[in-house]
């Protein structure tokens, strides 16, 4: 197979060093999630394991069985199943799983018993998303179900999870209600006789703007990959780089249309170079009129409609040729667009853009890693447990 022209560079450095940076914010354990194919980075468990994450996460339990293949040993825990999901395999695989339901509970418990090993869940508490997990009316039976299937040997209750809706505006009112809605939980949780060892609130923008306080182990998804949600902070590093090259460049006269449409129209004597990425590449269509690339240095402008396959770039007097080199996105050092550019010209958010990236770009994880030499130790597999007490 050939390589395709167009190559998306993974930075694992960089990676790390968010790792690295959030773990020296969290108390207790780092939870790094690697759902969605890591953010579209690709794998990067050995980097994050290695730089202090803890613990593992992702959303499916496809996912998490893809994990488990690369490391046998991290604690992982997924949080979005269905009651008829394989729940032997997970056990089987120590893999844990978020429970917001009595029917995940007792689907999980059947499994426990079945393999003669409790499965390790999370109980799982809507603390305001409005979304997953379980109702806060729910709340209390759940937990006197899941002591009683704790007794039995079938189910060992790990963990206490929660899902802020609002943590990345500073400040928010609804962040103190929802941690308030979390701390009750526990105190029930603890009432019906559980003793979760990590209690899990905190994503990416609680841990950036300090809003969550009672957790012990943060699940740290878009951090990692240089996206602060909260717009806050500037020390995270971007991890990708989109790059391509142009496959087709000719000089157009005055007046001439570009694409479906002809939404762009060229105002005077021009050069148009095309591009071999489009919107089934990750290019969203919606950026179309503002959207630029870096060229010979200088940004340029895609124009007229995103096809599926391939764009239009304007590069004026620049006489550029088939071949040379254009980068679509990257850290922003060297002018070009970053990924949160991209974002608001498509009006969206950057996890959008960076989980978008289609499958015909070659992925090129960069083997500019520091060497074991220079990193700090690896963090020894083992699962974090809480210090003090839950009460
Ligand atoms: C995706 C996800 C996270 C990670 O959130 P970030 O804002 O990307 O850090 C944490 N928890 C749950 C339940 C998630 O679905």
Same mark, same amino acid.
């Given at each position: 197979?050939?390589?395709?022209?167009?190559?998306?560079?993974?930075?694992?450095?960089?990676?790390?060093?968010?790792?690295?940076?959030?773990?020296? +914010?969290?108390?207790?354990?780092?939870?790094?999630?690697?759902?969605?194919?890591?953010?579209?980075?690709?794998?990067?468990? $050995?980097?994050?394991?290695?730089?202090?994450?803890?613990?593992?996460?992702?959303?499916?339990?496809?996912?998490?069985?893809?994990?488990?293949?690369?490391?046998?040993?991290?604690?992982?825990?997924?949080?979005?199943?269905?009651?008829?999901?394989?729940?032997?395999?997970?056990?089987?695989? +120590?893999?844990?799983?978020?429970?917001?339901?009595?029917?995940?509970?007792?689907?999980?418990?059947?499994?426990?018993?079945?393999?003669?090993?409790?499965? +390790?869940?999370?109980?799982?508490?809507?603390?305001?998303?409005?979304?997953?997990?379980?109702?806060?009316?729910?709340?209390?039976?759940?937990?006197?179900?899941?002591?009683?299937?704790?007794?039995?040997?079938?189910?060992?209750?790990? #963990?206490?999870?929660?899902?802020?809706?609002?943590?990345?505006?500073?400040?928010?009112?609804?962040?103190?209600?929802?941690?308030?809605?979390?701390?009750?939980?526990?105190?029930?949780?603890?009432?019906?006789?559980?003793?979760?060892?990590?209690?899990?609130?905190?994503?990416?923008?609680?841990?950036?703007?300090?809003?969550?306080?009672?957790?012990?182990?943060?699940?740290?998804?878009?951090?990692?990959?240089?996206?602060?949600?909260?717009?806050?902070?500037?020390?995270?590093?971007?991890?990708?780089?989109?790059?391509? $090259?142009?496959?087709?460049?000719?000089?157009?006269?005055?007046?001439?249309?570009?694409?479906?449409?002809?939404?762009?129209?060229?105002?005077?004597?021009?050069?148009?170079?095309?591009?071999?990425?489009?919107?089934?590449?990750?290019?969203?269509?919606?950026?179309?009129?503002?959207?630029?690339?870096?060229?010979?240095?200088?940004?340029?402008?895609?124009?007229?409609?995103?096809?599926?396959?391939?764009?239009?770039?304007?590069?004026?007097?620049?006489?550029?040729?088939? #071949?040379?080199?254009?980068?679509?996105?990257?850290?922003?050092?060297?002018?070009?667009?970053?990924?949160?550019?991209?974002? $608001?010209?498509?009006?969206?958010?950057?996890?959008?853009?960076?989980?978008?990236?289609?499958?015909?770009?070659? +992925?090129?994880?960069?083997?500019?890693?520091?060497?074991?030499?220079?990193?700090?130790?690896?963090?020894?597999?083992?699962?974090?447990?809480?210090?003090?007490?839950?009460?």
């Amino acid at each position: 197979m050939t390589k395709s022209l167009s190559q998306l560079k993974v930075d694992a450095a960089a990676i790390a060093a968010n790792t690295r940076w959030f773990a020296d +914010r969290t108390a207790g354990g780092l939870l790094a999630v690697v759902k969605a194919d890591a953010f579209g980075h690709g794998d990067v468990v $050995r980097t994050v394991t290695r730089a202090g994450a803890t613990w593992l996460g992702v959303a499916t339990l496809d996912e998490a069985f893809r994990v488990r293949a690369v490391d046998a040993n991290t604690p992982l825990i997924c949080w979005l199943t269905s009651p008829s999901d394989d729940f032997d395999a997970a056990v089987r695989q +120590r893999i844990d799983v978020a429970v917001p339901s009595a029917a995940h509970l007792h689907a999980l418990a059947a499994a426990g018993r079945r393999a003669g090993v409790a499965a +390790r869940v999370h109980l799982h508490i809507d603390v305001g998303m409005g979304r997953d997990g379980t109702p806060v009316g729910e709340w209390s039976p759940l937990c006197s179900i899941a002591r009683h299937h704790e007794r039995t040997g079938a189910v060992d209750v790990v #963990g206490i999870m929660g899902h802020l809706s609002s943590a990345d505006l500073p400040g928010s009112p609804q962040t103190r209600i929802e941690g308030m809605v979390f701390a009750n939980a526990l105190r029930t949780a603890v009432r019906r006789g559980l003793r979760p060892r990590v209690r899990h609130l905190a994503a990416t923008a609680a841990i950036i703007t300090g809003a969550a306080k009672g957790h012990n182990l943060a699940r740290i998804g878009a951090g990692l990959y240089g996206i602060d949600p909260s717009n806050t902070s500037d020390v995270l590093m971007p991890a990708l780089e989109l790059t391509t $090259r142009v496959v087709h460049a000719h000089g157009a006269r005055a007046h001439t249309g570009v694409g479906y449409g002809h939404d762009y129209v060229t105002a005077g004597p021009t050069r148009l170079a095309l591009l071999p990425l489009g919107y089934a590449d990750g290019l969203p269509r919606s950026a179309a009129g503002r959207a630029e690339v870096l060229i010979r240095g200088r940004r340029r402008p895609l124009v007229g409609r995103f096809s599926m396959d391939m764009v239009v770039v304007d590069t004026g007097t620049d006489s550029v040729q088939p #071949g040379e080199p254009v980068t679509v996105f990257g850290t922003g050092d060297d002018g070009a667009p970053t990924v949160t550019e991209w974002a $608001r010209w498509a009006g969206t958010i950057p996890h959008e853009i960076v989980t978008g990236i289609g499958t015909r770009v070659t +992925r090129v994880p960069n083997v500019d890693v520091p060497s074991a030499t220079e990193r700090p130790a690896p963090v020894p597999h083992r699962e974090k447990v809480a210090h003090g007490s839950l009460a």
